[in-house]
Each structure stands twice: as C-alpha cells, then as structure tokens.
C-alpha cells in the first residue's frame, strides 16, 4: 500500500502536476489523521473496557462483603438485645424483685461481662482506598454509600469505646473486688456445656449479696441498657444501608 502511494506521487511530480500533488498530500495526511484517531479509539475502549471489569470485580467483592456484615450484624443485634433483657431482670433483682433460681440469675449476667466488639467486613473499600482505585467507582450513589457506612461504622466503634469504658468503671472493678469469681465462672460453664467444662458449684443464697446492694453495679447494668439500645439502633441503621448498596450494585453490574 505505501509502495502505491508512493508511485501516485512520483508520476504526479514528474508529469508537474503539483496542484494535484499538493491535494493528495493534503488527503494523505487526512487518511492518516483518521487513522490515528481511529486507532485512540480502539484504544480507549479497550482502556474503558479493562477499567469496567475492574470495577465490576470490585463491585462483587463489596457485595460478598455486604452479606458477611449483614449476617453479624443480625448475630450481634440478637445477642445485645438478649443482653438488654438480661440488664433490665438483674435491675429488678437489685430493686427488689425476689431470685427464685440463684444459678438462672447467675447465668444472666456472664454474657453481658463478656460481651464483645462488632468488626465490620469491609476489606474490599480498604483496597480501595489504600490503592487509591475508588475512583473505579462510577456510580456517585454507590460510592457516596460506601461512606456513609464507613462513617456509621466509626460512629458505633466510638459508642463500644465509651461502653468498654463504662463497664470497666462501673461492673469489672466493683465487681472484681467484691466476689470471688471462681464459683459464678465455673457453674456458668458448667451450665452452658452441660456438665462439660467447669464444675457444677451450688451457689449460695447470699452469694449476691454485696453485687444487689452495690449502686456502682446497678448502675453498669443501666449503661448497659442504653448503650446497647443506641449500638443496636446504629447496626440496624448500617443493615438497612448495607441492603439498600446491595440493590444499587445489582443494578450497576446488570448495566
């Protein structure tokens, strides 16, 4: 094809038709113009292309995430409002209300000692961020989302913080200096193996004695209500928003 050319420009110079030549230079120059720009844009479909695979990878991994968290929080908000319950039983003791079954009540308070920390599942955005890719994102509702979450996410760590502090304060120290814990740990895993671990210990009537007259405690127990209600009211918050990702990235990967 350029030997062609080539042969066009020869014969129009030797037979000194350069009007011509100078037209078909300038259309040779157009040809290749457009074969350029042609080629640019191949080139950016294909870069357009690779960026929304990417994207679409990313997407899938955000929802795999999405599930995993939707699925803890529900374990936690379970647990915690179990909790709450436990708290608002023990306060009525402490207030008055007559223990029937010492080994029950026992049982009540063990899980809300040992309560623990929710860690979000959110792998996926980290990699994002810390590659500096969450411009992959194309879709400003999806990303925006994505934030909002991780905001929530930072708001319920700092209410477990102001918990952790609370109990520590207000049950773990009262509590550590008041009873011999040996008796209440063992009899609560006695009873939640079924006879596998721990030791079946009889707790006495006036076990508790000194834990339903402390205010400290009761107190604990008080902050335990509330600030469960608010974790639970922020996780059910962050569920809510995690469904409500899910149906836009859904849409987005139909596209």
Request: net charge neutral; no cysteine; glycine share 4%.
């Given at each position: 094809?350029?030997?062609?050319?080539?042969?066009i420009?020869?014969?129009?110079?030797?037979?000194?038709?350069?009007?011509?030549?100078?037209?078909?230079?300038?259309?040779?120059?157009?040809?290749?113009?457009i074969?350029?720009?042609?080629?640019?844009?191949i080139n950016?479909?294909?870069?357009?292309?690779?960026t929304?695979?990417?994207e679409?990878?990313?997407?899938k991994?955000?929802?795999?995430?999405?599930?995993?968290?939707?699925?803890?929080?529900d374990?936690?908000?379970?647990?915690?409002?179990?909790?709450?319950?436990?708290a608002?039983t023990?306060?009525?003791?402490?207030?008055?209300?007559?223990?029937?079954?010492?080994?029950?009540?026992n049982?009540?308070?063990?899980?809300?000692?040992n309560?623990?920390?929710?860690?979000?599942?959110?792998?996926?955005?980290?990699?994002?961020?810390?590659?500096?890719?969450?411009?992959?994102?194309?879709?400003?509702s999806?990303?925006?989302?994505?934030?909002?979450i991780?905001?929530l996410?930072?708001?319920?760590k700092?209410?477990?913080?102001?918990?952790?502090?609370?109990?520590?304060?207000?049950?773990y120290?009262?509590?550590y200096?008041?009873m011999?814990?040996?008796p209440?740990?063992?009899?609560?895993q006695?009873?939640?193996?079924?006879?596998?671990?721990?030791?079946?210990?009889?707790?006495p009537?006036?076990?508790?004695?000194?834990?339903?007259?402390?205010?400290e405690?009761?107190?604990?127990?008080?902050?335990?209500?509330?600030?469960?209600?608010?974790?639970?009211?922020?996780?059910?918050?962050?569920k809510n928003?995690?469904?409500?990702l899910?149906?836009?990235?859904?849409?987005?990967?139909?596209?």
């Amino acid at each position: 094809m350029i030997k062609f050319f080539r042969k066009i420009r020869q014969r129009l110079l030797t037979e000194n038709k350069i009007s011509k030549y100078f037209l078909y230079a300038i259309g040779e120059i157009i040809l290749v113009v457009i074969g350029i720009l042609i080629a640019l844009q191949i080139n950016n479909q294909n870069d357009l292309r690779k960026t929304r695979i990417k994207e679409i990878h990313y997407l899938k991994n955000i929802k795999t995430d999405l599930k995993i968290n939707i699925l803890e929080l529900d374990g936690y908000v379970k647990t915690r409002t179990q909790s709450i319950e436990a708290a608002n039983t023990i306060i009525a003791h402490i207030e008055g209300e007559k223990i029937i079954d010492m080994e029950e009540f026992n049982a009540l308070a063990v899980p809300i000692y040992n309560w623990q920390k929710f860690h979000q599942n959110n792998n996926t955005f980290q990699e994002l961020v810390s590659s500096g890719n969450l411009a992959l994102i194309s879709n400003d509702s999806i990303k925006n989302m994505l934030l909002d979450i991780e905001t929530l996410y930072k708001k319920l760590k700092s209410e477990e913080d102001h918990y952790r502090f609370d109990t520590e304060v207000l049950i773990y120290t009262p509590l550590y200096k008041m009873m011999d814990l040996n008796p209440m740990v063992n009899n609560f895993q006695y009873r939640l193996s079924n006879g596998k671990m721990g030791e079946n210990y009889k707790l006495p009537k006036d076990y508790y004695e000194d834990f339903l007259k402390s205010t400290e405690i009761k107190n604990g127990f008080v902050m335990t209500i509330l600030e469960f209600s608010t974790m639970n009211a922020q996780m059910l918050e962050m569920k809510n928003m995690s469904q409500n990702l899910l149906k836009l990235i859904d849409e987005e990967i139909r596209k």
